[in-house]
Nanobody, 124 residues
Framework: QVQLVESGGGLVQAGGSRRLSCAASGSTFSLRNVAWFRQAPGKERELVAGITRSTFTTYYAPSVNGRFTISRDNVKNMVFLQMNSLKPEDTAVYYC?????????????????WGQGTQVTVSS
């Protein structure tokens, strides 16, 4: 299991940018596919973006494609989500996730380990 701690959330105006960070513990981080999910009030948790463990192949939800960028640093055990052109509908709790490390490289999951989340609020 890997421990995940998100940071970087906050209040931002529509059209603005925000960068989320996720720090992972453990020596197996580089073997895991990782991702960012989000959950808005009254809605199910959804996959926002994922990145594979070695080839760094990415996946983006259609709603964020072209605005968000996921990246990772396997030396520092970090995952990042750069969010640009933010919209009020991007308001949600954002979660960092990692898979078990035993799956094939697949940016869409499945994912089994989760952080506590960080709130992002986009004001209009």
């Amino acid at each position: 299991q890997v421990q995940l701690v998100e940071s970087g959330g906050g209040l931002v105006q529509a059209g603005g940018s925000r960068r989320l960070s996720c720090a992972a513990s453990g020596s197996t981080f580089s073997l895991r596919n990782v991702a960012w999910f989000r959950q808005a009030p009254g809605k199910e948790r959804e996959l926002v973006a994922g990145i594979t463990r070695s080839t760094f192949t990415t996946y983006y939800a259609p709603s964020v494609n072209g605005r968000f960028t996921i990246s990772r640093d396997n030396v520092k055990n970090m995952v990042f989500l750069q969010m640009n052109s933010l919209k009020p509908e991007d308001t949600a709790v954002y979660y960092c996730a990692a898979d078990s490390g035993r799956n094939r490289p697949n940016a869409r999951g499945p994912y089994s380990d989760w952080g506590q989340g960080t709130q992002v609020t986009v004001s209009s």
